[in-house]
């Protein structure tokens, strides 16, 4: 089973990553539910504009967006909603075709 799930990134000043959201996840699943993670796309703090770091006033939009697909077990899909949720960076996710 397929999953594509956006994660919640919070970034420092300049915008880039200060955390690795992925890492949530896998403390939270069991091992064998996760087959495989691979990495989309990152969407941008809205704050950012066109500057080249976060101003002062805008740092509470410093928060951006990771894209993940995972392959999951197919016999393990609840284990892994289970740690989903229970890792709190993820903002949504959703079980996609093959």
């Known amino acids: 089973m397929k999953y594509r799930v956006a994660f919640m990134d919070r970034t420092n000043a300049a915008g880039e990553s200060s955390e690795y959201p992925p890492g949530y996840v896998a403390v939270?699943?069991?091992?064998?539910?996760i087959l495989e993670k691979r990495f989309v796309e990152r969407t941008a703090p809205a704050a950012l504009h066109s500057e080249e770091s976060l101003e002062e006033d805008d740092s509470f939009m410093s928060v951006g967006a990771e894209?993940?697909?995972?392959?999951?077990?197919?016999?393990?899909?609840?284990?892994?909603?289970?740690?989903?949720?229970?890792?709190?960076m993820v903002m949504d996710y959703e079980a996609i075709e093959e």
Do not use: C, I, M, Q
Request: proline share 4%; glycine share 4%; hydrophobic share 35%.
């Open 67 to 88: 894209l993940w697909e995972y392959d999951v077990a197919d016999e393990r899909r609840d284990e892994f909603v289970t740690a989903l949720k229970n890792s709190r």
């Open 28 to 33: 939270n699943a069991p091992d064998g539910v």
